[in-house]
């Protein structure tokens, strides 16, 4: 069975930064994709970046651009969301994710793609 543990959260001022972890275990082949999604209340659950398992181009959205990284330590089976120059925008549970690719070799930036999905932990930044 598939688990996403995620860690990392919590409260910043700012233009401060976090690194999430997301601890994965269980997988099967069928899982191509990693992803770090957020949600505020009322809103829809929105790709932050995502990553094929495998290596290759990892996919921002145009406001966490050259702000937030993802990455990946495979021997840990744990994908990393480093977050710097934090804004208050940016408050949001934030949701590690895990599914099968969108088409071949490309992960998906929709929420409904991925079929595994953490608790999520909080990310607050004050101003």
């Known amino acids: 069975q598939v688990q996403l543990v995620e860690s990392g959260g919590g409260s910043v001022q700012a233009g401060g930064s976090l690194k999430l972890s997301c601890a994965a275990s269980g997988f099967d082949s069928s899982i191509y994709c990693m992803g770090w999604f957020r949600q505020t209340p009322g809103k829809e659950r929105e790709a932050v970046a995502t990553?094929?398992?495998?290596?290759?181009?990892?996919y921002y959205v145009d406001s966490v651009k050259g702000r937030f990284t993802i990455s990946q330590d495979s021997a840990k089976n744990t994908v990393y969301l480093q977050t710097n120059s934090l804004n208050p925008e940016d408050t949001a549970m934030y949701y590690c994710?895990?599914?099968?690719?969108?088409?071949?070799?490309?992960?998906?930036?929709?929420?409904?793609?991925?079929?595994?999905w953490g608790q999520g932990t909080q990310v607050t930044v004050s101003s």
């Open positions: 990553i094929p398992r495998r290596g290759g181009r990892p």
């Open positions: 994710a895990a599914g099968p690719p969108r088409a071949y070799l490309q992960c998906g930036a929709i929420a409904a793609e991925y079929l595994y």
